[in-house]
């Protein structure tokens, strides 16, 4: 009977001891997958994004996950703690996180008290921020897709979230002059104009992960995430390889704040923009924006021709529906068509003594029933106040909500539309030798 035993018990340790070798064979397989596939597709920052997550805030851990035809071994990072509770909402938290991996978009989360940025490398897109209302209760409150081919779509697509350039907003007739050289070849993807870059602009470009950045508790500072991209002399018409960095951060108390970054090789158009839809309601909330209130700080706005949204080359003065110096509802008087229009922001020419790197107040955002509040800060001249007017043709977002006429609105920071072909705005040309800086801060509380 001892005997019986023994060879029992020794089976059942020799049994482990397989299972337990094949779950290693398993992650260490999935580590050379993820090899081949960061060197196949221009993402390097997977794996030494594991380790400094994993360096930073936990333990890399291979577990079983038993499902249906049989088990499959993953790797996570897992934040010690003894609260069972809490156990249980990371692992919530865990799942979350690989069905996002599923959709191909390669999230990168930053936290810190009072807000979560979600981002994908992929056209260095936010597909979800978190912010609390008055009550406490956080809701993701920008517009949004759950895969990665929504976002890559080549036609009518709304840029939820990117980063849109080489140039963002209009250019004329796709094309511009500098130095005396012309350039026409640009893509028309908008009627006759370029827009945000062309058909296959940043937005549409896996940005390359440089650096995580690690949060600084004393600070107040939460993570952040620093990428850039390479686009090539000739890339959708535009001249000389420009190199571009954007970084996102989060800190306590609801803001979060971006900085573009670019060089040149030749004289070029570079205007980057942030295009994240925010509905303080919830994206999911099924309401329009018209019932939320802005103020813009602009005694100016550029007029546009109304067929082909191109600036008419002056500023006007911001009178009926474009004074929105006040708190104004959105939907309570908008022009013909709706709000599509750049604002000439009066804070650009007064910057906290004279520095021009010093960031100003240009837009707020509040919601009543929530009681959610956004200020936009920046250091750009203008900003384009986009009502979402025709978010109602994008289909259905994230989680299966359903984006309607207005569902979202944008404040886009940045140098005027068509900068590059009107002489009375301030240029947007970028020179060798220079460097554009593009610096804005959201802010997000609610009372």
Request: proline share 4%.
């Amino acid at each position: 009977m001892v005997l019986l035993l023994l060879a029992l018990s020794i089976k059942m340790w020799s049994n482990r001891r397989r299972k337990r070798n094949a779950e290693l064979a398993a992650v260490a397989a999935a580590v050379a997958a993820s090899k081949k596939k960061t060197a196949g597709v221009g993402l390097p920052f997977a794996l030494d994004l594991v380790s400094a997550v994993v360096a930073a805030a936990g333990t890399l851990r291979a577990i079983r996950d038993d499902a249906g035809a049989g088990a499959r071994v993953r790797a996570f990072v897992k934040r010690k703690t003894s609260s069972k509770k809490k156990k249980k909402k990371e692992e919530e938290e865990e799942e979350e996180e690989e069905a996002k991996d599923a959709s191909g978009l390669e999230t990168i989360v930053l936290r810190a008290r009072g807000i979560e940025l979600h981002v994908s490398p992929f056209g260095a897109t936010v597909t979800r921020l978190l912010v609390p209302d008055k009550r406490g209760r956080a809701d993701d409150v920008v517009l949004g897709y759950d895969a990665l081919a929504r976002y890559d779509a080549s036609e009518d697509r709304p840029y939820f979230g990117a980063v849109v350039g080489r140039c963002a907003n209009r250019i004329a007739d796709a094309s511009f002059s500098v130095d005396g050289a012309t350039f026409d070849a640009l893509k028309k993807n908008n009627g006759n104009n370029c827009l945000h870059g062309g058909g296959v602009g940043f937005d549409r470009k896996w940005w390359t992960v440089d650096a995580l950045l690690p949060a600084d508790v004393e600070a107040g500072l939460g993570m952040g995430v620093r990428m850039s991209y390479v686009s090539r002399d000739g890339e959708e018409g535009f001249p000389g390889t420009a190199t571009v960095s954007a970084t996102y951060r989060v800190v306590d108390g609801g803001e979060w704040r971006t900085e573009f970054r670019a060089t040149t090789t030749k004289p070029t158009p570079m205007n980057l923009a942030q295009h994240s839809y925010f509905n303080l309601r919830g994206h999911d909330a099924g309401v329009s924006v018209d019932e939320h209130e802005v103020r813009i700080r602009a005694s100016g706005y550029t007029p546009v021709d109304p067929e082909t949204m191109i600036p008419l080359g002056s500023v006007a003065p911001t009178t009926g529906a474009f004074d929105l110096r006040d708190w104004t509802a959105i939907g309570a008087r908008p022009p013909p068509g709706g709000y599509d229009h750049n604002f000439a922001l009066d804070g650009y020419n007064q910057q906290v003594n004279g520095r021009e790197s010093a960031l100003f107040l240009a837009a707020e955002v509040r919601e009543r029933v929530t009681g959610r509040r956004m200020e936009v800060w920046c250091d750009q001249p203008g900003v384009q106040f986009y009502a979402g007017n025709f978010v109602d043709a994008r289909g259905t977002g994230k989680g299966g909500a359903t984006y309607g006429k207005r569902g979202g609105l944008c404040l886009e920071t940045q140098h005027f539309p068509d900068a590059v072909n009107q002489p009375n705005f301030r240029t947007c040309v970028l020179r060798p030798g220079e460097t554009y800086s593009h610096s804005m801060t959201h802010k997000f509380f609610a009372e």
